[in-house]
Nanobody, 128 residues
Framework: QVQLKESGGGSVQAGGSLRLSCAAS????????MGWFRQAPGKEREGIAA????????YYSDSAKGRFTISRYNANNTVSLQMNSLKPEDTAMYYC?????????????????????WGQGIQVTVSS
């Protein structure tokens, strides 16, 4: 069983930056696909970025490209999401998620149900 815990959320003005972290425990960290998702009130959960922990291959949604960077730190089982040039429309609850051991990131944004483990989420609020 994998446990995920997000940290680093908060409030920031438009144009600012935040760095989210996700600490994973309970299972092997390598050979995992880890992802960040977000959900705003009244909207569906949206994929932001994913990374394959073994090699660091990263993937981004169109809304994240050029502004967000996902990274992994295998030494301490942590995945981060650096968010720059934040906009009010980035306001949402952000979730860290993990696919089961050995599963790649193929179809990470189309097959959200493949992410078996989820954190409790952390709020990010961007004011104009």
């Amino acid at each position: 069983q994998v446990q995920l815990k997000e940290s680093g959320g908060g409030s920031v003005q438009a144009g600012g930056s935040l760095r989210l972290s996700c600490a994973a425990s309970g299972s092997a960290f390598i050979e995992n696909c880890m992802g960040w998702f977000r959900q705003a009130p009244g909207k569906e959960r949206e994929g932001i970025a994913a990374i394959y922990t073994t090699y660091g291959d990263d993937y981004y949604s169109d809304s994240a490209k050029g502004r967000f960077t996902i990274s992994r730190y295998n030494a301490n089982n942590t995945v981060s999401l650096q968010m720059n040039s934040l906009k009010p429309e980035d306001t949402a609850m952000y979730y860290c998620a993990a696919r089961p051991y050995g599963m790649t990131c193929v179809g990470w944004n189309e097959q959200k149900a493949d992410f078996a483990y989820w954190g409790q989420g952390i709020q990010v609020t961007v004011s104009s």
